[in-house]
Every structure is written in C-alpha cells, then in structure tokens.
C-alpha cells in the first residue's frame, strides 16, 4: 500500500528595504490571519519587538544569572565564614576577628559577579542554540541593511500571502530555503 505524503511548501520570504514597511506588513499579515508563531523577521541590525508590534520574547537568561549571582553569594559566604574554621589552628591576627569585614565585602562582590557573569554567558550561549549545525533560512540581503519576513504558514493559502506582500511594497518574494551554513 502506498503512503502519499504531502510536500509541506517552505513557506514565503518577503525582502523589504526599510523598517516601517516591514512592520505595515507584519500587522497587515496579522489581519489576513498569520500568527506571530508562523512570521520569522531577520534582520541585519537589533530591532525590538516593541518596533515591529510584535509580543515580547521570554528568555531565561535572568533567572539564569540570578541563579549563578545566588550560587556565587554562597561560595562567597562559604569562604568567608566556614573556611576559616576548617584550620586545625585558627590564624589570629593581632585584635582582628577571624572574619575581617574590609576583605570580605571584596570577597562577596566578586564572587557573586563571577557566578553572574559565567551563568549569564551560558546562558545565553545555551540559549542561542549555539553551535547550530540544522539547515538555517539565510537572506543574503539582510546584509545590506535590508529586512526580510519568512512566512511559513499552512492555514493561509500563500497565492494571498503573496500578494498582499507585493502590493505592501516587498522588493523581492521568493521560497524560503533552509541552507546548511
């Protein structure tokens, strides 16, 4: 028995010159009834979601650093308040306490910086799914500046994604591709 698969089309990319079209088009694409799941912008420059209309993207690299800031709190206080005891002889220096305040506040600052730093870092490293080794949608002219939408939607036939994104001022409109980069 023969199984027929249907090929899945890869979806629409749209290039467009400047910002503000761009952000027209999201919200035009939005009312013909594509979802922000089925949008993806590339871009060559940082650009919020404030900027294009789009819902803000949730990350877990600030409880991530927060985690490490906790875990670098603690091998400061660790060092600070339960190594010293470990010496058979405990080393006193002339009246000063076992636990200096001056040196330990340094001890605390920069371990709990370290532990945030280092967690922030693969954190977002992690988070960037960093190294990539899947086919990536690569738009060439997003070098130059330039803004491009890949639509990749089922529910909206593409004949109508396509030509909504030509009369809303789209430079070029061709198949997405997924190249291995």
Same mark, same amino acid.
């Given at each position: 028995?023969? /199984? ?18 761009? =952000?027209? %088009?999201? /919200? ?31 990350? !877990? ?7 490490? =800031?906790?875990?670098?709190?603690? %091998?400061? %206080? ?18 000063? %306490? ?24 693969? =954190? ?7 190294? !990539? ?14 803004? =491009? ?21 789209? /430079? ?10």
């Amino acid at each position: 028995m023969a /199984e027929s698969k249907s090929k899945k089309s890869p979806g629409v990319l749209a290039v467009f010159g400047d910002l503000e079209p761009t =952000a027209d %088009a999201i /919200e035009q694409l939005r009312k013909l009834g594509v979802s922000d799941d089925c949008m993806n912008i590339v871009s060559g420059v940082p650009v919020t979601e404030a900027m294009l209309g789009r819902p803000k993207q949730w990350s !877990n690299v600030p409880r991530v650093a927060m985690g490490g =800031a906790i875990l670098g709190f603690s %091998a400061a %206080a660790f060092l600070a308040f339960i190594a010293p005891y470990w010496y058979p002889y405990p080393i006193q220096v002339s009246t000063q %306490a076992y636990v200096p305040w001056p040196p330990t506040f340094v001890l605390f600052f920069e371990l709990t910086m370290l532990g945030m730093l280092l967690s922030t870092f693969l =954190a977002v490293f992690l988070d960037s799914f960093f190294p !990539n080794y899947r086919p990536m949608q690569y738009v060439p002219e997003v070098s130059d500046g330039k803004y =491009a939408i890949i639509v990749d939607c089922d529910h909206v036939p593409e004949s109508k994604v396509k030509d909504l994104l030509k009369k809303l001022g789209a /430079e070029s409109i061709k198949p997405a591709e997924a190249k291995q980069l």
